[in-house]
């Protein structure tokens, strides 16, 4: 009865890869997000979906690309990886307004690009 | 870029002891929110602060907001064990969606 959950946990892979990290949530929630949080565990938005429409695009390289089929469901697909893409990429959710409501989060995908 | 900076980075103390962990930023805030992390899980919600100077107690944690809603504390009375992970503060602008997180204090308490 996971809330947020991602899907892998970990993922080791070789540069230049394309890689995908799934997320669901069951608690009915119509906000999404993906962050990435950096060695040194500082977390930056890259973006969020309300209801299957992307309302936040950070400045993230194009590799990197949301899909969101249903609002219960954000996944990240990252093309032609590079080293300095390792980094734990957390799924999150909220009720309404994050500001509001807060963060439900997953509990991370650790990816290691070597 | 709004930036919030926690102090101090690194914190260790022993149990039964008390603390200060501060969260500031030159940015206001429309509110504010702190998260504890523990290794190999994501953030979790301790509490949501909206109004200037606001005070809230969340057993032995208590949370202050800033009267000028650019800063915030947290405050751990008798430190426990369980209490060892990463807070985070964040802070929201507007009824937005997106948090700014902040650089994080990292907590061990030992016995």
């Known amino acids: 009865d996971t809330a947020v959950s991602q899907t892998p946990k970990y993922l080791v892979t070789q540069m230049g890869n394309d890689k995908s990290i799934k997320c669901e949530q069951n608690l009915g929630h119509d906000t999404m997000y993906w962050y990435k949080q950096d060695s040194k565990k500082f977390l930056k938005i890259m973006f969020s979906y309300n209801n299957k429409e992307l309302i936040i695009n950070e400045t993230v390289p194009n590799r990197f690309s949301p899909k969101s089929p249903d609002k219960a469901h954000l996944n990240l697909h990252i093309n032609s990886l590079e080293l300095g893409d390792s980094a734990v990429y957390f799924c999150?959710?909220?009720?309404?307004?994050?500001?509001?409501?807060?963060?439900?989060f997953g509990s991370g995908t650790r990816l290691t690009v070597v | 870029t709004q930036l919030l900076e926690q102090s101090p980075q690194f914190l260790s103390i022993q149990e039964g002891e008390n603390l200060t962990v501060y969260c500031n930023s030159s940015s206001v805030f429309s509110s504010l929110q702190w998260y504890r992390q523990e290794p190999g899980e994501g953030p979790v919600l301790l509490v949501t602060?909206?109004?200037?100077?606001e005070v809230k107690k969340l057993k032995r944690l208590t949370f202050q907001f800033g009267d000028a809603r650019k800063d915030s504390s947290l405050h751990i009375t008798a430190a426990q064990p369980g209490d060892t992970g990463l807070y985070l503060c964040?802070?929201?602008?507007?009824?937005?969606?997106?948090?700014?997180f902040g650089t994080g204090t990292r907590l061990q308490v030992t016995l």
């Open positions: 999150a959710s909220s009720q309404g307004p994050g500001a509001t409501y807060g963060y439900t």
């Open positions: 964040a802070g929201a602008t507007g009824t937005a969606s997106k948090l700014t």
């Open positions: 602060v909206v109004t200037g100077g």
